[in-house]
T-cell receptor, first 117, second 115 residues
Framework: GDSVTQMEGPVTLSEEAFLTINCTYTATGYPSLFWYVQYPGEGLQLLLKATKADDKGSNKGFEATYRKETTSFHLEKGSVQVSDSAVYFCATGRHNAGGTSYGKLTFGQGTILTVHP | NAGVMQNPRHLVRRRGQEARLRCSPMKGHSHVYWYRQLPEEGLKFMVYLQKENIIDESGMPKERFSAEFPKEGPSILRIQQVVRGDSAAYFC?????????????FGDGTRLSIL
């Protein structure tokens, strides 16, 4: 099955710093790739996704590009804010046989990001 | 437009008791997924259900755990004879039927503590 490896945290940055959180995956075929964010005491929220090679997902200033050749989906943001402090999860997903849903998602272990003023 | 609703948010049980976790998917969603998050770890898939059917239960422990998603009412994750190792956050997610490339939407989770 798929596996996802994320950069170990925690990551501590000052406000307006550049952020990179590395994510690599192993999988057969071409899964879809996701970044989810989890704020304290809450569930996961989809941050962005990419469904095929060279796709770039983007949302709220965050970006990640589906790199098939390096099996990576690194998350970047040019200028972080205190409000970006959260846990970030990279994940793979595959359509089920009928093509109607992703079935199970496979998550990395999560990276804790703390941004100081 | 309510999201995925899970209850209770926190559940405390003593060893040997039963735990029932409920999940109401988003309106119009007929696919439900359960994940478990152990402390300091990522989410691990447990089971994927559609109305009245278990589609994939490859992540469910072989004993004590069961899940259902009846025609009417919420999805239920049931843990019998709980043990300390069952302490975790359990998340439910849902997605709509018959639509390609639709991501899963997550609830806020149930934090289960075993005394």
């Amino acid at each position: 099955g798929d596996s996802v490896t994320q950069m170990e945290g925690p990551v501590t940055l000052s406000e307006e710093a550049f952020l990179t959180i590395n994510c690599t995956y192993t999988a057969t075929g071409y899964p879809s790739l996701f970044w989810y964010v989890q704020y304290p005491g809450e569930g996961l929220q989809l941050l962005l996704k990419a469904t095929k090679a060279d796709d770039k997902g983007s949302n709220k200033g965050f970006e990640a590009t589906y790199r098939k050749e390096t099996t990576s989906f690194h998350l970047e943001k040019g200028s972080v804010q205190v409000s970006d402090s959260a846990v970030y999860f990279c994940a793979t997903g595959r359509h089920n046989a009928g093509g109607t849903s992703y079935g199970k998602l496979t998550f990395g272990q999560g990276t804790i990001l703390t941004v100081h003023p | 437009n309510a999201g995925v609703m899970q209850n209770p948010r926190h559940l405390v049980r003593r060893r040997g008791q039963e735990a029932r976790l409920r999940c109401s998917p988003m309106k119009g969603h007929s696919h439900v997924y359960w994940y478990r998050q152990l402390p300091e770890e990522g989410l691990k898939f447990m089971v994927y259900l559609q109305k009245e059917n278990i589609i994939d239960e490859s992540g469910m422990p072989k004993e004590r755990f069961s899940a259902e998603f009846p025609k009417e009412g919420p999805s239920i994750l049931r843990i019998q004879q709980v043990v300390r190792g069952d302490s975790a956050a359990y998340f439910c997610a849902s997605s709509p039927p018959g639509t390609d490339n639709q991501p899963q939407h997550f609830g806020d989770g149930t934090r289960l503590s075993i005394l």
